[in-house]
Structures are given as structure tokens and as C-alpha cells.
């Protein structure tokens, strides 16, 4: 067993070959033949190689590391997200620096600091419901870094995007609640700064015109947290024209709305049917089972990393691209009468 740290040099002079052989043949070189790749990679193995990842950076001007900024690490939605970006990232030789902020726009500014601090090579961003000004994302794209949003954009700077059918998954969510029944839908809102909260909000709009269904302002709330929905489901429960049917922007708002309802005595779905946005956890343990449109966090991830590997790698040679992930409506219990 070689002892001290290994390097190429000491494979190389144990097989007999050149350094730059055993470099290819670990990087699987298409010149380099299969016997030569097997006996570098075993031996690499039992000597327990690792590559000078500051070497390599001083050599390719890379540091071979990927900024992430999410509103929350563990919200279920922002958790697949990663599971997507860490997969396919670290597949492609890179590593991944988190940060969270905690949806504060000082704490994001300060992670894009951070993370420019830190010479990663590129970064991710989902926006913090805070966010109204977006300079620090502005100096990003001034030091010449790749960057990509994901979920929750801003659209006033030109750059690759990830997003969701926001409108759509709205659309068929409320369309749902209407064919089942319902003719007074409440929808518990998004931050009207975000395009997630004005997207689902027209989806909404959208199905209720397509049904010849009066739109009441009214019947719009601000409340996406489970907090918000503690302090003003009970409000609406209460009012004279109460809903019949309730479209959450998020699963945790209309998990906080369903357990109000039940303990107010109201049947679910019988008396208001509720539907929500993510589908995740959350939907199998509510009671009854909640109605949801489903993200798929882990291949928004998967895509928004590969779009930053690709900006990378090509040296900004690409055009910017919008990928627009589709949604899909998994019908519960919380709209299910049978």
C-alpha cells in the first residue's frame, strides 16, 4: 500500500505508464484503451485517489463549485428541487455550496455575496417572497457568472429560467373544483411581486371565465403561509357568502385551511372542497387526503442544472433559454365525494 498523499505521478510510475495516460484514462479518454482505463481506475481505488480539486481549478479557471440560493432547505418543494440539482450536479463533477434565505431579501443579498466571495462557477436562485429590488442578482451576470432562476424568477433580467406551468396548474385545479360542484371558489394567494403568485392567480381567473363564473376580488386573499391561513380562514368561514370551494397557492396553506374547516364542524369535501399546489408529503397526511397539482421539484433541479452546466461549459455562447415544466392534478380526498 502506497503511503502519503496520491497523486498521478505515483499511479503512472506503478503501472508504467505516463502521467497524462493515467489523467485520460481516469477522465475516460476515448484514446485510451479499456485494459489501461480498468487497471488505472482499480488501482486509483485501492490507493484511495483523489484529484487536486486546486490544482485543477488553477489549471482550468474553474472551481468546479455551484452557488444555490432557496427561499427554504426544508420545505418538501425546495427539497426535491435539491435532491435534482445535487444529482445531476455532482454526476457532472461538480459540487454544490447551499445557501438559504430564508425568504429575507438582506439574507439573500448576502448569500449572492457569499457565493461571489467564494469564486463558484455559477449560480441558482429561487426568490425570496421579500425580493423587490434585484441589483445584487444584476452584479452576478457584471462578473461575468452564469446564473439561472428557477421557480420563482425575476423577470426583469434576461437569463435562463426554470419554471413551472404556474397558470396552467391553476387552471385545472379550479376547473376541477368547478365540475365537481363548487360555484364559490376562494383562492388563498400568492406574493403578488412573484410571477408564481400572479401566474396561479390567472389560472384561477381563467377557469372561472371559461365556466361563466362571475370573478369576485373579494374572493381573493393574500395568504400563503400556514400561519396567514390560521389568522384568516376563520374570518372567511364566517363571512355571509362563505366558500363551497378553496384554491391554496401551496399544499401548507390549505393543510392549515382543512384543519380549520374540520374543526369548525364542515365536511370536506361535502361542504368545501379544498385543492392545493406542490403535491408532496403533506397531501397524504391531511385528513381527508388532499387534492393537489403536482410540480415535480426534482427535475425542475435537474433542468436548472443542466442549463447552468450548459451556460459553463460554453462560455456564454448559448442563447437564453426558458424550460417550462409541466403539471399534472392528483385528485385526493379533499375533492373526491365517492
Known amino acids: 500500500m502506497h503511503k502519503g498523499k496520491i497523486t498521478i505521478k505515483d499511479i503512472a510510475t506503478e503501472l508504467g505508464i505516463s502521467p497524462s495516460t493515467v489523467s485520460k484514462a481516469l477522465k475516460g479518454h476515448r484514446d485510451i484503451s479499456s485494459s489501461t482505463k480498468q487497471s488505472v481506475k482499480e488501482l486509483a481505488e485501492k490507493w484511495n485517489?483523489?484529484?487536486?480539486?486546486?490544482?485543477l481549478s488553477l489549471k482550468s479557471g474553474l472551481s468546479n463549485a455551484i452557488g444555490v440560493i432557496v427561499p427554504e432547505i426544508v420545505h418538501y418543494f425546495f427539497s426535491t428541487i435539491i435532491g435534482g440539482i445535487e444529482d445531476l450536479a455532482y454526476d457532472s463533477g461538480y459540487h454544490v455550496m447551499f445557501c438559504q434565505s430564508s425568504e429575507l431579501y438582506e439574507r439573500e443579498v448576502k448569500a449572492v455575496e457569499t457565493l461571489l466571495s467564494s469564486r463558484v462557477d455559477g449560480i441558482l436562485v429561487s426568490v425570496s417572497k421579500m425580493t423587490e429590488n434585484f441589483d445584487h442578482f444584476r452584479k452576478i451576470q457584471d462578473n461575468d457568472i452564469p446564473l439561472v432562476f428557477f421557480d420563482r424568477i425575476c423577470d426583469e433580467i434576461d437569463t435562463d429560467r426554470v419554471i413551472v406551468d404556474d397558470e396552467t396548474g391553476a387552471f385545472d385545479a379550479v376547473t376541477h373544483l368547478i365540475n365537481i360542484g363548487c360555484k364559490n371558489i376562494f383562492h388563498l394567494s400568492g406574493p403578488p411581486n412573484l410571477l408564481i403568485g400572479k401566474n396561479r392567480k390567472e389560472g384561477y381567473m381563467r377557469a372561472l371565465r371559461e365556466h361563466n363564473i362571475p370573478f369576485n376580488e373579494n374572493?381573493?386573499?393574500?395568504?400563503?403561509?400556514?400561519?396567514?391561513?390560521a389568522l384568516i380562514v376563520p374570518q372567511l368561514l364566517h363571512r355571509a357568502n362563505?366558500?363551497?370551494g378553496?384554491?391554496?397557492v401551496n399544499d401548507l396553506t390549505a393543510a392549515s385551511a382543512m384543519r380549520i374547516i374540520n374543526e369548525i364542524g364542515s365536511r370536506i369535501p361535502d361542504d368545501i372542497a379544498v385543492v392545493g399546489f406542490t403535491s408532496g408529503l403533506i397531501s397524504d397526511i391531511t385528513n381527508p387526503t388532499l387534492t393537489s397539482v403536482e410540480q415535480n421539484g426534482y427535475l425542475i433541479g435537474k433542468e436548472a442544472v443542466r442549463m447552468l452546466i450548459d451556460r459553463i461549459e460554453s462560455k456564454f455562447q448559448l442563447p437564453y433559454q426558458t424550460k417550462i415544466i409541466k403539471t399534472k392534478l392528483i385528485i385526493k380526498g379533499s375533492t373526491s365525494k365517492n
Open 219 to 229: 374572493n381573493v386573499i393574500r395568504c400563503d403561509s400556514m400561519e396567514d391561513a
Open 246 to 248: 378553496i384554491f391554496a
Open 49 to 55: 485517489y483523489k484529484p487536486d480539486q486546486i490544482a
Open 242 to 244: 362563505k366558500p363551497d
